[in-house]
């Protein structure tokens, strides 16, 4: 009973953490292309040329810049990596963002085998891993270190 109560608090508590990490995704996207160079007016007066109001081929605009993500993007997968007592699943994009923000909350007192010992601390409190230990460990280290990537940037 007190096994399942902390797994549930933990695994609550690593929602609410991973969801607070996201929350400021896609503030300092670059927003138009207002480094595309202005359309020249034609000079020698030919006609074959487009009118100013005219946009260019297609093949002749420079791309806009892409906006370059505030934060390491994880894997997209649904693939189940966990489930707990209770049954609820937990996919390996999930797992990998609960990772990161146990990371971005422990800071620099995080111990360097975290996801290992989160894998033996959820097969002592019942928890199941259909997928195998190889796939919840990938999940959890991809999002440990996609966050220490992210915390160097924030200092």
């Known amino acids: 009973m007190t096994k399942t109560i902390a797994i549930r608090l933990a695994v ?10 996201c ?25 074959d040329a487009p009118p100013p109001s005219a946009a260019p081929p297609t093949s002749a605009r ?12 994880i894997t997209n997968s649904r693939q189940i ?14 797992m990998a963002q ?13 111990p360097s085998d975290f996801c290992e010992k989160s894998y033996r601390r959820g097969v002592e409190g019942g928890g199941s891993f259909p997928a195998g230990r190889d796939a919840f460990l990938a999940a959890c280290r991809e999002g440990w270190r996609k966050s220490e990537r992210w915390m160097r940037r924030q200092q």
């Open 23 to 47: 929350d400021g995704d896609g503030g300092n996207a670059a927003a138009g292309s207002s480094s595309a160079p202005a359309p020249s007016t034609p000079s020698g007066g030919t006609t």
């Open 98 to 110: 609960m990772a990161a923000g146990m990371r971005v909350t422990m800071g620099e007192n995080a």
């Open 81 to 94: 990596v966990m489930i707990d007592p209770d049954g609820k699943r937990y996919t390996f994009t999930r």
């Open 62 to 73: 420079p791309s806009p810049p892409r906006p370059t993500p505030s934060d390491p993007k």
């Open 12 to 21: 609550s508590g690593l929602l609410l953490i991973g969801a607070a990490a």
